[in-house]
């Protein structure tokens, strides 16, 4: 048994800038999909799904899922 579970990272350090990059950019892809395969909910149900702002997630999709967001350019509002 070893005397420290965190020997092995010594050996491998890795950066936590680029680490941190790559799990928001799986993260917003995500929601990205998520939005993309929902388009019947709105930003706004989808941005409290998340708990994120409305800002955030329209940013998100314009980036990473550019059709999605142009669709949904023309929503006034939910139809019941």
Avoid at 22 to 27: F, I, P, T, V
């Amino acid at each position: 048994m070893k005397a420290d579970a965190f020997d092995d990272l010594w050996d491998n350090p890795f950066s936590y800038r680029e680490e941190m990059k790559k799990a928001r950019r799986d993260l917003e892809g995500r929601i990205a999909r998520y939005a993309e395969r929902n388009p019947a909910q709105g930003y706004r149900q989808i941005a409290e799904a998340f708990s994120i702002s409305v800002g955030t997630l329209s940013a998100i999709v314009r980036e990473r899922a550019p059709a999605c967001a142009r669709s949904r350019r023309g929503l006034v509002k939910d139809q019941p």
